[in-house]
């Protein structure tokens, strides 16, 4: 996995052999979760609140156009 940000010492990565649908991992110590690039939603998550979940999602969003391009470059358009 490709770690394409950091924030607040977790780090958000894209697998390069991965699947559909689009998403990316968070993971910090003791955490980890899968965000859904086209939704915003989240796909799971282990050890993060419900607000560290807001939080995220909003990093996500900000960062959305690096995210999908470095998905689309490893796994083509979706």
Not at 18 to 41: I, S, W, Y
């Amino acid at each position: 996995m490709v770690t394409v940000d950091e924030f607040h010492g977790r780090k958000i990565k894209i697998n390069a052999n991965d699947h559909n649908p689009p998403h990316c991992h968070v993971e910090g110590p003791g955490q980890k979760a899968r965000f859904n690039l086209v939704t915003m939603e989240w796909i799971d998550a282990e050890g993060f609140s419900r607000r560290d979940l807001d939080v995220l999602r909003e990093v996500i969003e900000r960062r959305h156009a690096e995210l999908m391009a470095k998905w689309e470059e490893y796994h083509g358009k979706t």
